[in-house]
């Protein structure tokens, strides 16, 4: 299981190149004007995870296959895009089908680099995509709402639950406020997820800063870092450009120029790992000499639903997983080491499956 995560922005702060360094293609054309990216490029990416690396050289696994995620490059927006300005109807599908948004921030200057307004301030940049998709979203409601009045009246459930949800999300709205600020109850959640408002998705910035500022961020940065502890989203500093080189260069080079610019390590890290923090997101393996292999849930989910990741017959037959903690793992060389000192369980049904468990499923045909 993963996610997609679509990367947003005015046009010209870097979404593209960013875009770019993540897949190690130059699949999205980068280029110093809008729209140069008009139907959304989509790429795979393989989650780094050092944890993997290090269950498959003690296990001496033949193939190390890592968990992955789908980034999707949405062609810049801009200030009408919720009336249909720029091909702003297009892009607003585009985010819609997307589980969370990386807002890329443009937080250098550049005088050989147009931007769309005529000046840098990636504050107010934030400000000009929140208020179109608030906007879209707004006149997306109303229109539901209409169509829902028929249903409500005749007493339907399911009408009647949408509606609620549907005003409780234009009355945060009305105050200026995105969708994701609506408090919604469990038993809510899929209902809630099913009507794909634009600003309920989880949001992470990326201050996209010059190759000077990349380990230590700079004022522009540090203002948006502010914006974003004020709404209980997450930010990640990054410089695009530094990562579309660092893609170009091998496991040794990169590692070498990284350490050359104060880096620990690649800011696509940073941001993968933000991704997973943002959607709740974490990773269980399985272990073997064919293979290790990372998997991906969502955090509370339980041992037959894990296993279902896997193979649905998995989770219909599940009988009960065995189950070794990472750290057991690494600590005593292996699985027969940590079964031998008792480090390994049998967990059932109402397990619920932790970050780095190492688990192997045992299942009815």
């Not at 969370?100 to 005529?118: M, P």
């Not at 105050?175 to 634009?198: F, T």
């Not at 940065?221 to 990562?243: D, F, K, L, P, R």
């Not at 064919?290 to 998995?314: C, L, M, N, Q, Y």
Request: glycine fraction near 8%; charge should be negative.
């Amino acid at each position: 299981m993963g996610f997609k995560m679509g990367i947003v922005g005015l046009p010209n702060v870097g979404k593209s190149t960013l875009f770019n360094a993540l897949t190690k293609t130059a699949a999205a054309q980068a280029a110093n004007f809008p729209f140069c990216t008009i139907e959304p490029n989509v790429g795979d990416v393989a989650v780094p995870d050092a944890r993997l690396d290090r269950l498959a050289s003690i296990a001496q696994s033949k193939q190390i296959i890592p968990t992955r995620m789908t980034f999707v490059d949405i062609a810049g927006l801009v200030k009408g895009a919720s009336k249909g300005e720029g091909l702003g109807n297009q892009f607003l599908a585009n985010i819609r089908e997307t589980d969370a948004i990386a807002h890329v921030l443009r937080c250098f200057e550049d005088g050989d680099v147009t931007h769309v307004e005529d000046r840098v301030n990636p504050v107010e940049d934030a400000e000009i995509i929140e208020t179109e998709l608030m906007i879209a979203d707004m006149e997306s409601i109303e229109k539901r709402l209409q169509g829902l009045l028929r249903k409500v009246r005749g007493g339907d459930k399911e009408a009647v639950q949408q509606e609620r949800l549907l005003r409780a999300a234009l009355a945060v709205l009305e105050q200026g406020k995105p969708a994701r600020a609506v408090a919604v109850d469990a038993e809510d959640a899929k209902a809630w997820a099913m009507l794909q408002l634009l600003t309920s998705k989880p949001i992470l910035y990326v201050c996209n800063v010059d190759e000077g500022s990349a380990a230590t961020g700079n004022a522009m940065s540090a203002a948006v870092a502010e914006m974003a502890a004020a709404q209980g989203a997450a930010h990640v500093v990054i410089s695009a450009q530094i990562e579309e080189e660092i893609a170009q260069l091998s496991h040794e080079e990169a590692a070498e120029f990284l350490s050359e610019m104060g880096l620990e390590e690649p800011g696509l890290d940073r941001l993968i790992q933000a991704g997973y923090a943002l959607l709740e997101l974490e990773t269980y393996f399985t272990v073997g000499p064919k293979e290790a292999r990372a998997w991906t849930i969502r955090k509370g989910t339980s041992a037959p639903r894990a296993a279902g990741v896997i193979h649905g017959d998995f989770e219909k037959g599940f009988i009960r997983a065995e189950t070794i903690a990472y750290d057991d793992f690494v600590t005593l060389g292996g699985e027969l080491p940590a079964k031998e000192a008792g480090k390994m369980r049998a967990e059932g049904k109402a397990y619920i499956v932790k970050d780095g468990d190492v688990l192997h499923f045992l299942f009815n045909t």
